[in-house]
């Protein structure tokens, strides 16, 4: 984060199948583009690259994250 936005998201997977780590991987490659420079508070991410599931997830870190940076 830099002055309450989000720079430089890092992914860390932990795919079960080779499918899901595909899904990871084109996400990891992706997210930067749609969230950087966004602010954090109230950030929601939708499908990317295709992985719902993967977003419901990074949506969850996001709540974690302005949780720990205490932005509501």
Not at 26 to 51: E, S, T, Y
């Amino acid at each position: 984060m830099k002055d309450g936005n989000v720079e430089n998201v890092e992914i860390v997977g932990h795919p079960f199948t080779k499918i899901s780590k595909g899904h990871q991987d084109d996400f990891a490659k992706a997210i930067n583009g749609v969230v950087d420079g966004k602010p954090l508070k109230g950030l929601k991410v939708d499908k990317v690259a295709g992985a719902s599931w993967t977003s419901d997830a990074f949506n969850k870190a996001l709540e974690v994250a302005r949780q720990e940076a205490s932005i509501q």
